[in-house]
């Protein structure tokens, strides 16, 4: 869970938003990018977690995107209270979607207070809103989670798979240092139909194996770090029709601005430097990129 927060973001939903930790960072915002000529999306952001000298409310930062060509945003939740405020913000933004679920480093802290089931309900709950499109995020952590708090991760992802399934949603998935359980899991239990492994961070050998399995690998500006050539590796092997680009904002701003805040709007600098990658096009990558969006989370405008 992160830290806890005051006021709204000015914009008529709930006031529910927290704050990320300064940590002696560089706050201030990087300058916008040159805007895309093809409108993407957003596949994964924060924007209820503030950050920065000056944060930006929420329809600075749905402004600042499409001000750039980041036509939507898919803001994914990781607690009832998050996942709450996903579900109003796309409810009342048509460039805003949902996803919502209890964060796999959550999902222990919820079952040691005795309310893993009760949490998993809620979501239930919110999942048959017209615009909440994913289950997410859900999956594995062993990186944050201990031993002691592997069961409950187990047990909460395998309720989120279910809870997609049932409502027929989109899962994103937040697998860190557990690919093979992920993946495990996904084939003992079955995976929902449009899977995405959200800051894809495997490499290339698991996104063949994702590939093989038709999951989607959601790309996020740590593709763009100097010791990130598992995810360039990855990008190559990815068929075009799995590819996703998210920011997973204020988190891993792209390189040269790693540390600073992020937000929707840096989308065109990762994006710029996939297309390089894969020598493509840029407008021909954000058209492609859109249209796989859309494929996995429906339309904005519905
Ligand atoms: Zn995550
Ligand atoms: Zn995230």
Not at 150 to 177: G, T, V
Not at 249 to 273: K, Q
Request: charged share 25%; glycine share 6%; net charge negative.
């Amino acid at each position: 869970m992160t830290e806890r927060g005051n006021g709204g973001t000015g914009d008529g939903i709930s006031s529910y938003v927290t704050q990320r930790r300064s940590d002696g960072r560089d706050l201030r915002y990087p300058e916008a990018p040159e805007p895309l000529r093809v409108p993407v999306y957003d596949n994964h952001a924060h924007m209820e977690i503030l950050d920065g000298e000056e944060p930006l409310s929420l329809d600075e930062q749905l402004d600042r995107a499409a001000a750039v060509g980041v036509a939507g945003v898919i803001n994914a939740g990781g607690d009832i209270e998050s996942s709450r405020w996903c579900a109003e913000a796309a409810a009342a933004h048509p460039r805003v979607l949902a996803a919502v679920a209890i964060h796999p480093n959550d999902a222990p802290l919820y079952e040691e207070a005795g309310k893993l089931d009760e949490a998993i309900a809620v979501i239930d709950e919110l999942a048959a809103q017209p615009r909440v499109r994913a289950i997410g995020e859900t999956g594995l952590d062993f990186f944050r989670t201990d031993d002691a708090g592997k069961p409950a991760q187990f047990r909460s992802f395998e309720a989120h798979i279910a809870l997609a399934k049932k409502h027929d949603l989109a899962m994103q998935i937040h697998d860190r240092d557990a690919h093979r359980d992920v993946l495990d899991t996904l084939s003992r239990v079955g995976a929902p139909e449009r899977t995405v492994f959200h800051c894809y961070s495997g490499d290339d050998a698991m996104a063949r194996e994702c590939a093989d399995a038709g999951y989607y690998l959601s790309f996020a500006g740590n593709i763009t770090f100097k010791n990130a050539q598992n995810l360039r590796d990855s990008l190559h092997v990815t068929p075009l029709d799995r590819i996703l680009i998210e920011t997973d904002a204020p988190f891993l701003t792209p390189t040269p601005y790693r540390g600073r805040p992020n937000a929707s709007y840096l989308i065109p600098v990762t994006l710029r430097f996939m297309a390089a990658e894969l020598s493509m096009d840029v407008d021909a990558l954000s058209a492609r990129l859109a249209a796989n969006t859309v494929a996995v989370y429906g339309s904005f405008t519905d």
